[in-house]
Structure formats: structure tokens, C-alpha cells
């Protein structure tokens, strides 16, 4: 249970915020490199309650400016792509990506009054299919170089859903382990025609069968330097189903999904919009071979699929399209199969913002009790002047061999916590070998 000042200080995102200048320190996910292309006009945008405009010039570079002009205040998204920049259309005033103002036609000759002006501008990234923006002071820092996001283009899949609620909530329930066992639970039939199928490394059995097993886990968390790591272990007939997540600051993680994170995982990316609603970039990836998007889909968006404008087809507006049949026939939540609304319900069913006054946490909430004090200690950090944890600006730190995931089933004999340094170890030895291989 939190206070009202400490859940404040948890789910406030705009400028000025604690919460919000933190989000600020690293880059974010702005928008899906498709929905800029072969646009005949700029996008607006909105992130960290920051109303913008994003577009790309005559020259190909990618801009991010404040929606409204600096002139008189008018929408920019509405603007020309000309001449180097993007150019207001109710007096002519010209930006260019970095926000300075390369012409003002009604004023005098020789006037030097557009250098005066600058409209606040944000830098930009494309990588993967993603463009990022970072928001905060001074010099940026580095792109971290996720394996997610060097993977080519047929071994990830990318889908961008409009959720009806602040970040934290879905964030959390990334950590939340013990609604794997009940609200993501499909009947035989559904479950033998899911991707979930297939058995967990270790085992014949499969990983949704191991959940529903054993519904009490025992959890271990610890603090990383990205964030924190939590360890579930379930009883298995060889031995134990260990998971290995992590939640990855300022507001990601990174689990099995879909690949049971045999030579990949999925990256569930929370981006505040306002403190009301967010984007959730899911992120799947495999290191060995192309993915199977369509199977992937399905087991993310269900039998309803996603709108254009990153709807699900079952959202609350229609309440999930949930039916008492489904629930006596197919799933145990009556919300379909897709395990995207599954989570999309339990989020937004909790308020725009949960009011975490008024919950009660027990021992299968050790993780987001941990994810919260995580957050608490990078905001404390950020606030004495410091970069908060997993800024990245130095090459030689910019890559994540301790971002480990695991869904394994191992031997009684095993320690996990031997298991997952041998994983740690494994991934610097295949990080040399590339390294090495590009040299």
C-alpha cells in the first residue's frame, strides 16, 4: 500500500514532475517508423503530456517540435515540408529539425528577428522499426543496444496498443507472476492452438501448463543496474520452472513470451502519453531465426485483433467483448485468447490511475513491491544531481549480457542463482565472439 504522495509521485509524468523528469533522463519509444513514412504530412504526437509535431523534411532528417508555434500559437501539424524545414501555414514561419526558425517572410528586410526565436525541439533516433526521442537536459545519452534492437527485421515483431490507463499499473503487472496461473489460463482446445504450446526448455511439458500447476511460486527479487530482476520457481515434475524477468528502467520488461525465451524474449515498453493513458510498445524478438508474426499476433491480440489507431478489437469500451460462454467453454476470464487483453482488462478496470491507497499486497507481490522502490531510488538519485541508474554514456557499457530471461525447467540439484550467472557468462562469451567477428 502506498500514500496518496507516494502514489502521486509513481504515476505523474509531465514536466516538473519528479516522476516525469525522471522519465525524461532516458531515450523513448515516440512512434512506429511506418506511421512517418510515405506521409504527405507531419504527425502529431503526444508524450509526457507534451503536445508535438513530428515529421521529416525534404532532406530525410527527422524533426520533433513543439505542436504550436512559436509565433502565434498555431497547430504545426498542419504545416508545409519545404525548404529544409517545416513551415507554418498562417504567417509562413519556417523551423528547421533542431528548432530554429530559418524564416519569417512578413517581416522586413534584413531583419534578424528569427534568430531570436527557437521552437523547443527534441532529438531523434530510428532503430528497429522504432523512432526515439529523448526529452531531457543537456547532452543526451547513448541509445542503449538492446538485442531487441539489433535484430533484423524478419526475427522481431512489433506491436503498438493505446492503453486505457497510467503506465505504472501496466507496468506492474508485467512483475505481477502468480495472474499467470488464472487470468491468462485457456481451455484444452485453445491452449493446443496457441504458441503457448510448445514445451518449456527442460521439460515435454508446456510452459502454460507448468503455471497452472502451481499457482504459489516462490519468488526471489534482486536490484541490477538497469533495475531489478525477479526469479519465480514453480514445481515442475524434473525438478523446477524457473522464470527469469526483468524490469528495465525507466519503464520496460523483459520476459519469455512468446519465444520462451529459448533464443529471445518479449519487451513489454510502457510510454506515457499523459498520466491517463500510455503506449505499450510489445517487442518480440529471436536471435536464431525468423518469427512466426501471425501465431505471435494471435497469442498477443486474440480473435479481435488491433485497430489502425492501436485499439484492441476487445476493449473497454465494449468490455472486452467478454461472454459467460467463453468462460465456461474457451478461457477462464471470458476475454478471448489473446493474452494482450487479458492484461489490457486487468490495467484498465483498475482506473485511469489506480489508487494504490487502498490495495492490499501479499507475498505474490514481492516483485512490484520491489519495482517501486527501484523507482523511488532513481528519483532520489535524479533529484541529488546525479544520473539516475542505466543512463548510458559511455560505449564500453552499452551492451546487456546481464539482461537475462529465462523460462527453463532445471533439476532440483541446481542453484538458480549458479544457473543464471552461467547465462550472464554465456552472453559476454557470445558478445566477444560478435565483437570480435565484426572487428
Not at 44 to 71: K, N, S, T, W
Not at 146 to 172: G, M, T, W
Not at 412 to 431: L, S
Request: hydrophobic share 35%; with cysteine.
Amino acid at each position: 500500500m502506498l500514500t496518496r504522495e507516494q502514489n502521486d509521485l509513481l504515476t505523474q509524468t509531465g514536466r516538473g514532475t519528479p516522476c516525469g523528469e525522471l522519465m525524461r533522463r532516458y531515450w523513448q519509444p515516440l512512434a512506429l517508423v511506418g506511421e512517418l513514412d510515405n506521409r504527405a504530412a507531419p504527425l502529431p504526437v503526444r508524450i509526457l503530456g507534451e503536445d508535438l509535431v513530428l515529421f521529416r523534411d525534404d532532406r530525410g532528417q527527422i524533426g520533433l517540435l513543439d505542436l504550436h508555434c512559436a509565433h502565434r500559437g498555431a497547430d504545426l501539424s498542419y504545416g508545409r515540408l519545404e525548404d529544409g524545414g517545416l513551415r507554418c501555414v498562417y504567417h509562413g514561419w519556417l523551423y528547421d529539425v533542431s528548432g530554429g526558425c530559418l524564416d519569417q517572410p512578413g517581416e522586413p528586410a534584413g531583419s534578424d528577428f528569427r534568430k531570436k526565436v527557437r521552437q523547443r525541439a527534441y532529438p531523434c533516433q530510428e532503430r528497429s522499426g522504432i523512432i526515439f526521442t529523448y526529452m531531457g537536459p543537456g547532452e543526451p545519452p547513448l541509445l542503449p543496444n538492446y538485442d531487441f534492437l539489433s535484430a533484423p527485421e524478419e526475427r522481431r515483431v512489433i506491436v503498438k496498443l493505446y492503453q486505457e490507463c497510467n503506465y505504472l499499473q501496466a507496468h506492474e503487472g508485467n512483475m505481477d507472476q502468480v495472474h499467470l496461473s488464472f487470468l491468462h489460463r485457456l481451455s484444452l482446445q485453445e491452449f493446443s492452438n496457441s504458441l503457448m504450446a510448445e514445451s518449456a526448455k527442460g521439460t515435454e511439458r508446456s510452459a502454460l501448463s507448468l503455471l497452472a500447476e502451481d499457482v504459489a511460486p516462490c519468488i526471489e527479487t534482486e536490484t541490477t543496474d538497469f533495475g531489478m530482476r525477479e526469479l519465480v520457481m514453480r514445481k515442475a515434475p524434473e525438478g523446477y520452472y524457473l522464470k527469469v524477468e526483468n524490469a528495465v528502467l525507466p519503464a520496460f520488461a523483459a520476459v519469455p513470451g512468446g519465444t520462451q525465451g529459448k533464443d529471445g524474449y518479449l519487451v513489454n515498453w510502457h510510454v506515457p502519453i499523459d498520466d491517463t493513458c500510455h503506449w505499450k510498445y510489445m517487442i518480440t524478438f529471436r536471435r536464431s531465426g525468423p518469427l512466426n508474426k501471425e501465431a505471435l499476433l494471435q497469442v498477443l491480440a486474440g480473435d479481435a485483433g488491433v485497430t489502425p489507431d492501436g485499439r484492441l478489437g476487445r476493449n473497454k469500451a465494449n468490455r472486452y467483448l467478454q461472454t459467460r460462454d467463453d468462460m465456461r467453454q474457451r478461457t477462464f476470464a471470458g476475454l478471448g485468447n489473446g493474452f494482450a487483453v487479458h492484461d489490457a482488462w486487468a490495467t484498465e478496470t483498475a482506473g485511469v490511475i489506480q489508487d494504490r491507497t487502498q490495495e492490499h499486497l501479499g507475498y505474490g507481490d514481492k516483485s512490484i513491491t520491489m519495482l517501486r522502490r527501484v523507482m523511488f531510488d532513481a528519483i532520489a538519485k535524479m533529484q541529488r544531481g546525479e544520473d539516475p541508474p542505466h543512463v548510458i554514456r559511455d560505449p564500453k557499457d552499452n551492451s546487456f549480457p546481464q539482461l537475462v530471461v529465462v523460462a527453463d525447467v532445471l533439476p532440483n540439484a541446481k542453484n538458480w542463482k549458479e544457473f543464471v550467472d552461467e547465462q550472464i557468462a554465456a552472453n559476454r562469451r557470445q558478445a566477444g565472439q560478435e565483437l570480435v567477428t565484426a572487428g
